[in-house]
């Protein structure tokens, strides 16, 4: 069975920095594209970060700059550190598998493997 953990969510004032982290089960998790997603409008969830099998990465532009992903396959986990919050990247995280090219997608679509997401709230 196919399982992806999240932990490290939180509350944190603008400015802060916090860093969450998706631990992967029941798959070869050095063979998966993998990434974090942000919940946006309704059911939409918007790719702000990714990391391919082979090491390409990518980043949302508002994020670029702030925020970095890293991947240890000895562990099965991503990670993604987030510095220099601000309110707008507030909301729900999901750490999700075979990522890419599905940079705009409904919220627990198929066409992705999920984690539970984990809220992030940055507060002024």
């Known amino acids: 069975k196919v399982e992806l953990v999240e932990s490290g969510g939180g509350s944190v004032q603008a400015g802060g920095s916090l860093r969450i982290s998706c631990t992967g089960s029941?798959?070869?998790?050095?063979?998966?594209?993998m990434g974090w997603y942000r919940q946006s409008t309704g059911n939409e969830c918007k790719l702000i970060s990714a990391?391919?099998?082979?090491?390409?990465?990518y980043y949302e532009d508002s994020v670029k700059g702030r925020f970095t992903i890293s991947r240890d396959n000895a562990k099965s986990t991503v990670y993604l550190q987030m510095n220099s919050l601000n309110a707008e990247d507030s909301g729900v995280y999901f750490c999700?598998?075979?990522?890419w090219g599905n940079g705009y997608i409904a919220c627990r679509s198929p066409a992705v493997w999920w984690g539970q997401g984990t809220q992030v709230t940055v507060f002024s």
């Open positions: 029941g798959f070869r998790f050095a063979d998966r594209d």
């Open positions: 999700a598998a075979n990522v």
């Open positions: 990391f391919s099998n082979g090491g390409a990465i």
